[in-house]
């Protein structure tokens, strides 16, 4: 199928799925959805291809308690974390491809320049040997007590680090994605014309044993996935969505500064300046860093709502060659 | 990819993961999955093109209890049943897909063979004026009390029934599947040598409603969304995989008759005289009776662990054009 323009990987935040305030509710999640999906709907009409990825950090903690409830009330074996992301990977990539899907065919574009909308569940290559196993950092799910934090360690191998808000909570490591297993299967529907939903919350992290692969206990950053994405569907945008216009340079300070256009080697200094937070603003700078930096022309994070001003330079954070 | 045979649908049910005395664990339904997943490496090694759905009905019970709880003690909003059910295809489709890719490499078919293996997530197009809907009939996730049931009924427009067993339990209807949404994407990968596992669960089901798809509070049979989906990729074979050795007449009585061989008309006659459970062996011989009346070959109803003897017509019930 043709296409005017090329590649883009759009990749949405919490917020294409939950606006403050919401309760989480069936009807808050597709509302949601409908306004993100708007998104891809006019990159389409403008010409492009396009791949999406999203985050699901509050849906794998829903998961997380729900199971976790399941366990104390009903005795029902909790699945893994690899199994989690999953089950949200078929959760969230159900509501967009419905949502995009029905915008598409509204607006005259399906099946005329799109041929489908299609989920792929997306298992994420990582390192077993990363150094993020040996230091787990990432609070997932429920609080509990010290004892029962202690149980649940000793009964399925846990880890848990007293959160800051009190209480204890499970930690799981973050490694850094490789390569999404799926990535041929994804590359040729997006060929095709197909719109590919893939790598839910940076993909389901998997290591590589003895030629076999094996889901971890873990979760992977959705941003640097999705650059891992689009470098190798050879993408000529990654454009990453959420809820901060720009990267800013001493971000909540006085001399707070907002980044328009930034060349990877001035991000780079930035970046190892410390200037963004960690799991935040951090991930997504690095993932733009290292899109260009792969060969990609422009890497752009931007308010949801701005997505297309930041595609005509109008809004948003430029990560660019040099 | 050339194939020396044709293109087979496998439809797993719910013994591919869990088998008789299990708990349910996260180590049973890898066991039982790389057990499932022998057979689809053979029919690989044999030269098929396999396509693979699956049930899920233990699955979306799980979560529908997870849910109860969730709302119950931490006051989540639970999903609907057609977002659970999309959550069952990445639970089991993540699982079935690592199995076999780790089966096909170590055999040494991956890449050789198969191009990759994976999940789609699948919409399943119901009509919205079946006649499923104005009698909803399956039960589903936990027992209540009148008095819960009565409320839970209120708040979220559910339906309830009396179970036999005691207290209440939900009821949704079981309409008839016209299509997965998704088909031609499932079409073209299994075509460039993809093994796609989809319709999970008989698929999400969607009505279309002003040119819109809308998901709704219903299951769907898996085996006749297994004929749905045989059918339009034009298989050779479908091959239902389940706990049972044969199709019987009679069955369960003194002069029980297993059916080795018999034609779609023959079939249909013992349908039509009650001689298959409905629910539970009814739906596999009427999704074999119709595949063959829409053009199939062959449909097989087989044990699990039969399938390779049951495709050389050692085994199983076989239903043929006549």
């Known amino acids: 199928m043709m296409s005017a323009r090329g590649l883009i990987v759009v990749a949405f935040g919490g917020n294409a799925f939950q606006s403050k305030g919401d309760k989480g509710t069936v009807e808050d999640y597709w509302r949601n959805a409908y306004i993100a999906t708007e998104i ?33 009330e009903k005795n029902i074996p909790p699945m893994s974390l690899d199994i989690a992301g999953a089950m949200t990977q078929g959760w969230l990539g159900y509501i967009l491809q419905q949502a995009i899907y029905n915008k598409l065919r509204e607006r005259g574009l399906f099946p005329s320049r799109v041929r489908g909308v299609v989920t792929i569940v997306t298992q994420t290559l990582v390192r077993g040997d990363d150094p993020a196993f040996r230091d787990p950092t990432k609070y997932i799910g429920p609080w509990y007590s010290k004892e029962e934090a202690e149980k649940l360690a000793r009964e399925f191998n846990w880890s848990f680090k007293p959160d800051p808000r009190g209480g204890y909570r499970r930690v799981v490591p973050s490694p850094d994605p ?7 299967a994804i590359r040729e529907l997006a060929e095709e014309g197909y719109i590919v939903i893939c790598g839910g919350g940076g993909g389901i992290p998997v290591v590589e044993e003895n030629g076999k692969l094996r889901g971890v206990e873990a979760v992977i950053d959705k941003d640097l996935d999705a650059e891992r994405l ?28 907002k980044l ?26 690095l993932a733009g860093i290292r899109f260009v930096q792969n060969g990609g022309k422009l890497a752009i994070i931007a308010h949801l709502s701005k997505a297309l001003e930041a595609l005509r330079g109008e809004s948003g954070t430029r990560i660019v060659p040099g």
């Open 40 to 72: 891809i709907v006019k990159l389409v009409e403008e010409g492009y291809r396009v791949v999406v990825t999203h985050g699901n950090g509050p849906q794998v903690g829903i998961i997380a308690e729900w199971m976790a409830l399941g366990l104390k």
């Open 260 to 285: 328009t256009v930034v060349t990877a080697t001035e991000a780079l200094k930035h970046y190892e300046e410390g200037h963004f937070k960690p799991g935040s603003m951090g991930p997504k700078v």
């Open 178 to 184: 490789i390569m999404q297993v799926e990535i041929n």
């Open 230 to 257: 689009a470098t190798a569907l050879r993408a000529d945008t990654l454009l990453i969505l959420t809820d901060i216009d720009y990267a800013y340079l001493n971000y909540g300070s006085e001399n707070a500064k």
